[in-house]
């Protein structure tokens, strides 16, 4: 009630008022429950609106407002449904309406855009603040159900408008959108039928250039976590490699390209489990695309991918992407030697020679969390006696970091 004459209050006393709120969310569960009213949740996203419409807060106003958000989430989420008198979707419902709030940008100073963009992040960032909880996973589904994908999705096409000149947003507008899909096979299956990373591909590359961070971010995605730690974490998200790949051979910056083609071999030559997930999301076909482009790639670049299809072709290449290999190789008569064919001739002699201890060419891949084997039932086996024999590989993985607080 002292907050709906919030125009008159002097924002030092909004500030308390917003510790003072939070104090009640951090005691008792039931205190909290009773203090998460409709009014509150509007006070609270009503200081997220009036940090994006051009008129500076007294500093920490902000942060403070979403850490209050976030509190709110975590105690809804830890509740029994119905217990509280505001539903948690209807505050994410609410929470995107301020994210995606369709404000008169272009009319804008540029002081005022600035504070739209840092109000955006800011409030990208607390997202997976409010994914850093216990019951993760039901958390992630009430996300879905609220049409997080398409929101980020809209965000990010409009974010060209008044961030133009930066990639703040849609770096941690991708961040966001691996937490949300972070270990839940799931999510990452709603995101391709509702979304689909073809069109996300698009978008991107629609804000022109991208800059070395957002690759990185696009890096990260893949692995769910940082990709530049060591041991090299595996890949649980093969698909926004295939999207670099495609943006590999258009990048203006030959830096970037070799940067990019060192760390796509990096990560996926890693290991087995990556190699195998690569083969099988179609990435040999996509090395060879990006190899055949004109002009060509420089030669640091060409040299990663050959290095890396020669560790992909060792464990399958089908005769269409060998006659494709070969096909690099044809030069106009008189231009001499392709500068492609010692290292095509590397890469084959390679794929030829496998070498580490033998393996089996065919296996079932486990690495899911729910992954398995079926069989039939023992009505239904044939004679007296069923058996089923295989190897087991064992790959050790780093274990995943605790959650936060």
């Known amino acids: 009630e002292s907050f709906q004459a919030g125009g008159q209050l002097p924002e030092t006393l909004q500030l308390r008022l917003i510790h003072l709120f939070g104090a009640v969310l951090s005691g008792s569960k039931p205190n909290a429950l009773r203090a998460i009213t409709p009014a509150a949740v509007e006070v609270l996203l009503g200081v997220l609106q009036r940090g ?66 840092t109000l955006r992040v800011l409030m990208l960032d607390a997202i997976p603040a409010m994914l850093s909880c216990e019951d993760r996973p039901v958390l992630q589904a009430v996300f879905l159900s609220n049409n997080c994908f398409e929101h980020i999705i809209r965000l990010l096409q409009n974010s060209k408008v008044f961030d133009g000149s930066s990639d703040a947003i849609a770096v941690h507008a991708i961040g966001v959108l691996t937490a949300i899909m972070s270990n839940s096979p799931s999510a990452k299956e709603v995101f391709k039928e509702r979304i689909g990373y073809a069109h996300l591909y698009e978008v991107l590359r629609s804000q022109g250039q991208p800059t070395q961070r957002l690759l990185q971010e696009l890096l990260n995605m893949a692995v769910e976590g940082d990709h530049s730690s060591f041991p090299v974490r595996p890949i649980r998200n093969e698909q926004p490699l295939l999207i670099l790949l495609a943006w590999l051979p258009v990048l203006a910056c030959r830096e970037l390209q070799v940067f990019l083609s060192g760390q796509l071999r990096r990560l996926c030559e890693a290991s087995l489990p990556s190699r195998l997930t690569c083969v099988k999301a179609g990435m040999v076909g996509c090395l060879l695309g990006a190899l055949a482009t004109e002009p060509a790639l420089p030669a640091a670049c060409s040299e990663n991918l050959l290095e890396l299809l020669r560790a992909l072709g060792s464990l399958s290449i089908r005769p269409g992407e060998l006659r494709q290999l070969l096909r690099l190789l044809r030069h106009e008569r008189g231009r001499g030697p392709h500068p492609y064919t010692a290292p095509v001739i590397r890469a084959l002699s390679g794929m030829a020679w496998v070498e580490g201890p033998p393996r089996a060419l065919q296996c079932f891949d486990l690495t899911p969390g729910m992954a398995g084997i079926m069989v039939p039932t023992v009505q239904k086996w044939p004679g007296g006696a069923f058996a089923f024999h295989a190897w087991l590989c064992l790959s050790e993985e780093e274990p995943e970091p605790p959650a936060r607080p």
């Open 52 to 117: 994006g419409g051009g008129t500076p807060l007294v500093p920490g106003l902000l942060k403070l407002a979403l850490r209050g958000v976030v509190a709110v989430v975590h105690v809804l989420h830890g509740s029994s449904p119905g217990a509280g008198p505001v539903p948690l979707r209807v505050l994410l419902d609410g929470y995107f309406r301020v994210l995606n709030s369709d404000l008169p940008v272009a009319s804008l100073a540029p002081e005022a855009a600035g504070g739209l963009i």
